[in-house]
């Protein structure tokens, strides 16, 4: 009877043992995606003022420049504030640590589209400097290039947000970019 009876708490003790494996894998899984969440709202935190940045340099060079008759202020205003501005921009953004692994491709892509948009503005500047339209042209090239990329850094980081249950909403800005 006494085996029977240890033999019995011996099974019961496993059961509670695997039972409480079970929730401990649970809660590691909970740990992992809160984890997870808090470096994608930090990741959010440290970009947003640096893509705010860029953003309020377009609007303004949409403004000042494009809108500018006059070619030298034109490129004036370029090369003294819209370009200074971005390479601040590409500095930040690459200065933003990041410690999980799977957001590093969404924000090599942000480090990518922001120098991407600091090689627009420069060869708009060259553009205005020259007089040479073709610069300008290729400018605009350049600047939807800028706009694939960007869209590839948004793209995905919301599928990563998705994945760990974090809703992201993503404003939009329209620029009349010339």
């Known amino acids: 009877m006494k085996i029977l009876r240890r033999?019995?708490?011996?099974?019961?003790?496993?059961?509670?043992?695997?039972?409480?494996?079970g929730c401990s894998e649970v809660v590691d899984t909970i740990k992992e995606q809160v984890d997870a969440q808090d470096e994608l709202v930090a990741y959010i935190e440290d970009s947003n003022p640096v893509i705010e940045s860029?953003?309020?340099a377009e609007?303004?060079?949409d403004e000042f420049v494009f809108m500018e008759e006059d070619l030298e202020?034109?490129?004036?205003y370029l090369v003294e504030t819209t370009i200074p501005t971005l390479e601040k921009v590409v500095e930040?953004?690459?200065?933003i640590e990041i410690s999980m692994e799977?957001?590093?491709?969404?924000?090599?892509?942000?480090?990518?589209?922001?120098?991407?948009?600091l090689e627009t503005y420069t060869t708009y500047a060259d553009g205005y400097y020259d007089g040479d339209e073709s610069l300008l042209e290729k400018g605009d090239?350049?600047?939807e290039e800028y706009g694939v990329i960007y869209d590839e850094h948004e793209a995905l980081f919301t599928e990563?947000?998705?994945?760990?249950?974090?809703?992201?909403?993503i404003e939009e800005v329209e620029l009349n970019n010339n």
Do not use: C, R, W
Not at 92 to 95: F, G, P, S
Not at 102 to 117: M, N, T, Y
């Open 92 to 95: 930040d953004t690459e200065a």
């Open 160 to 169: 990563l947000a998705e994945e760990y249950n974090l809703e992201v909403e």
């Open 102 to 117: 799977e957001l590093q491709p969404s924000h090599d892509k942000l480090i990518e589209a922001h120098k991407k948009l």
């Open 54 to 56: 860029a953003v309020n």
């Open 59 to 61: 609007i303004a060079a």
């Open 7 to 21: 033999a019995l708490l011996i099974i019961s003790l496993l059961a509670i043992g695997s039972v409480l494996t």
């Open 73 to 76: 202020s034109a490129y004036t």
């Open 141 to 143: 090239l350049l600047y």
